[in-house]
């Protein structure tokens, strides 16, 4: 049995030195699995391909889309549930082309429009770990939460060929081949807008949702932010407030692999790309990921100036001269872990001083966060996932709109005001406990 998966396996992939007659991969075709097993890292494909508490790769996690749920599915080799029939062709034309192998089209949900860009030597790498460097599992898939005429899967044709941009041909190269200052340029956009599919969650969507750029020469749109499941998904171009324009190439690499910085600590998404994807890169791909970031002009062309740190509000709290509600609410709730300067404690509790989190026109990863609490990943970098109890049950929306509204204007911050009525929606879009009665 395994013995003739290897060898279909052998004919469709064609790679070399083969396999030894007792059935274990010879040391050319070990390489390759384990290089597609770190391409599926950088692809997080088990972050949707894996059910809470499910087995690696069986699929069946629940994905919430504006026409119903999706269900992931089972790409694990087993011949009945998963893909242990597809060919090396059928698995390029679902991951890169978002055509699955009986000939419908993939929901969206499936980032197959990042992957398009993906090296089909890369492909041929996933290929080869998915069949033999994955536990086959019996699974069957499940149908999708979407009602009929949504239902129908036609429609993702047409989307499908309006949105999908065609599929790499060939390997990134530079030249001259010597630049490692442009191969490392290269390498970051590669990862970024192919396996990363940073796009998916950083990108804006329009009227038929999808992405409203792919790449960078699409325009300022790419990574400019977008909300996921309630967390704003950042701005990651050059932006000065509420971008990466004050953070290093350094920072944005320690970031990745260790889900924290002297600026910021992951949540919300990115805590689980941290956990599951970028902490697992080489030092190399990090670097190469930082680069490609801080080459994104900023969507602002005039706001160059960064932010600056201004203390009159933490020399007001510490001789008890603010006594406005938001500050009060600070310090009885925040100013233990977050201090009354608002630069917290580095890579333990964020500083809010000039935080792009608490910079960013959408406040709502702010509120969310409040609200909900969030714990940083555990990376083998920091292993400590420190967290952040919710409020939910503790503050009305006044109080969270006040304690939002007063880190917002504090320590040189610049964000503007939130009311009670936008905590009251966020209140209710994540599922938070019903506020205090008073
Ligand atoms: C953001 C979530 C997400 C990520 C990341 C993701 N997938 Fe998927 N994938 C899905 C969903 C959802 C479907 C099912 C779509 C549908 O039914 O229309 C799917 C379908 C597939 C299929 C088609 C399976 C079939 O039964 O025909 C393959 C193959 C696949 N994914 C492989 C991968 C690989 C390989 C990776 C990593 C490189 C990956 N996926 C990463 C969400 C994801
Ligand atoms: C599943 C959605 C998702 C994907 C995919 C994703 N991110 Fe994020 N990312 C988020 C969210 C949500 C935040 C805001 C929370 C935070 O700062 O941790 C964020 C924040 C960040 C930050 C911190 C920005 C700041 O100023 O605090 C960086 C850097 C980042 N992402 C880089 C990336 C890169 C690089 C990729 C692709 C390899 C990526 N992200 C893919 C959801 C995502
Ligand atoms: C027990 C300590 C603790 C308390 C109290 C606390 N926080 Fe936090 N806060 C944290 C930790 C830890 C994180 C990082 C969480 C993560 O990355 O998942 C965090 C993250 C944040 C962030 C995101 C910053 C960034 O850019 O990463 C904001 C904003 C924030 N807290 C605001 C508040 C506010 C406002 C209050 C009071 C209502 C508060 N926190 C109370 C520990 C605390």
């Given at each position: 049995?395994?013995?003739?998966?290897?060898?279909?396996?052998?004919?469709?992939?064609?790679?070399?030195?083969?396999?030894?007659?007792?059935?274990?991969?010879?040391?050319?075709?070990?390489?390759?699995?384990?290089?597609?097993?770190?391409?599926?890292?950088?692809?997080?494909?088990?972050?949707?391909?894996?059910?809470?508490?499910?087995?690696?790769?069986?699929?069946?996690?629940?994905?919430?889309?504006?026409?119903?749920?999706?269900?992931?599915?089972?790409?694990?080799?087993?011949?009945?549930?998963?893909?242990?029939?597809?060919?090396?062709?059928?698995?390029?034309?679902?991951?890169?082309?978002?055509?699955?192998?009986?000939?419908?089209?993939?929901?969206?949900?499936?980032?197959?429009?990042?992957?398009?860009?993906?090296?089909?030597?890369?492909?041929?790498?996933?290929?080869?770990?998915?069949?033999?460097?994955?536990?086959?599992?019996?699974?069957?898939?499940?149908?999708?939460?979407?009602?009929?005429?949504?239902?129908?899967?036609?429609?993702?044709?047409?989307?499908?060929?309006?949105?999908?941009?065609?599929?790499?041909?060939?390997?990134?190269?530079?030249?001259?081949?010597?630049?490692?200052?442009?191969?490392?340029?290269?390498?970051?956009?590669?990862?970024?807008?192919?396996?990363?599919?940073?796009?998916?969650?950083?990108?804006?969507?329009?009227?038929?949702?999808?992405?409203?750029?792919?790449?960078?020469?699409?325009?300022?749109?790419?990574?400019?932010?977008?909300?996921?499941?309630?967390?704003?998904?950042?701005?990651?171009?050059?932006?000065?407030?509420?971008?990466?324009?004050?953070?290093?190439?350094?920072?944005?690499?320690?970031?990745?692999?260790?889900?924290?910085?002297?600026?910021?600590?992951?949540?919300?998404?990115?805590?689980?790309?941290?956990?599951?994807?970028?902490?697992?890169?080489?030092?190399?791909?990090?670097?190469?990921?930082?680069?490609?970031?801080?080459?994104?002009?900023?969507?602002?062309?005039?706001?160059?100036?960064?932010?600056?740190?201004?203390?009159?509000?933490?020399?007001?709290?510490?001789?008890?001269?603010?006594?406005?509600?938001?500050?009060?609410?600070?310090?009885?709730?925040?100013?233990?872990?977050?201090?009354?300067?608002?630069?917290?404690?580095?890579?333990?509790?964020?500083?809010?001083?000039?935080?792009?989190?608490?910079?960013?026109?959408?406040?709502?990863?702010?509120?969310?966060?409040?609200?909900?609490?969030?714990?940083?990943?555990?990376?083998?970098?920091?292993?400590?996932?420190?967290?952040?109890?919710?409020?939910?049950?503790?503050?009305?929306?006044?109080?969270?709109?006040?304690?939002?509204?007063?880190?917002?204007?504090?320590?040189?911050?610049?964000?503007?005001?939130?009311?009670a009525s936008d905590v009251a929606k966020v209140r209710k879009e994540?599922?938070?406990?019903?506020?205090?009665?008073?």
């Amino acid at each position: 049995m395994m013995k003739k998966t290897i060898v279909a396996a052998l004919s469709i992939l064609a790679c070399g030195t083969g396999w030894a007659a007792d059935g274990t991969p010879a040391t050319a075709d070990a390489q390759l699995i384990k290089q597609g097993e770190y391409l599926s890292r950088a692809g997080d494909c088990i972050a949707c391909h894996t059910a809470k508490d499910g087995k690696p790769f069986a699929g069946g996690l629940g994905i919430e889309s504006p026409l119903g749920t999706i269900y992931s599915t089972n790409i694990t080799p087993d011949k009945d549930t998963g893909i242990g029939n597809y060919t090396l062709e059928d698995f390029d034309r679902a991951v890169r082309h978002g055509v699955a192998k009986d000939g419908h089209s993939l929901y969206p949900a499936m980032p197959y429009t990042a992957y398009a860009k993906v090296t089909p030597d890369d492909v041929k790498a996933l290929y080869a770990y998915f069949m033999h460097g994955v536990e086959p599992v019996k699974q069957a898939n499940k149908d999708t939460d979407i009602t009929w005429p949504l239902s129908m899967r036609w429609p993702l044709g047409v989307w499908r060929w309006m949105f999908a941009p065609d599929v790499a041909t060939a390997p990134v190269t530079a030249t001259p081949a010597n630049d490692a200052d442009k191969q490392a340029l290269l390498r970051g956009q590669y990862l970024v807008e192919g396996l990363g599919h940073c796009s998916t969650c950083h990108t804006p969507r329009g009227f038929a949702l999808q992405e409203k750029a792919l790449t960078d020469a699409d325009g300022s749109a790419f990574l400019s932010g977008g909300v996921v499941e309630g967390w704003l998904a950042k701005n990651l171009r050059g932006d000065m407030a509420d971008g990466l324009g004050s953070w290093s190439k350094e920072d944005i690499a320690a970031f990745l692999k260790s889900g924290r910085n002297g600026h910021s600590a992951a949540f919300g998404g990115m805590a689980q790309v941290v956990q599951d994807s970028t902490q697992h890169l080489t030092d190399a791909d990090v670097n190469a990921i930082a680069v490609y970031l801080k080459s994104l002009p900023p969507v602002n062309k005039n706001a160059t100036q960064p932010l600056a740190y201004n203390d009159t509000v933490a020399q007001a709290l510490r001789s008890g001269k603010d006594t406005s509600d938001g500050a009060m609410t600070f310090l009885n709730n925040c100013a233990a872990c977050h201090r009354s300067t608002g630069k917290g404690y580095a890579e333990t509790f964020p500083q809010l001083a000039l935080s792009s989190t608490v910079n960013s026109a959408d406040p709502a990863s702010l509120i969310h966060i409040v609200l909900k609490g969030a714990q940083m990943p555990g990376t083998s970098a920091a292993p400590t996932a420190y967290a952040m109890p919710g409020f939910d049950w503790r503050l009305t929306d006044k109080e969270v709109a006040d304690v939002v509204t007063f880190v917002r204007s504090s320590w040189g911050n610049q964000g503007a005001a939130v009311s009670a009525s936008d905590v009251a929606k966020v209140r209710k879009e994540v599922g938070a406990a019903k506020a205090p009665a008073r």
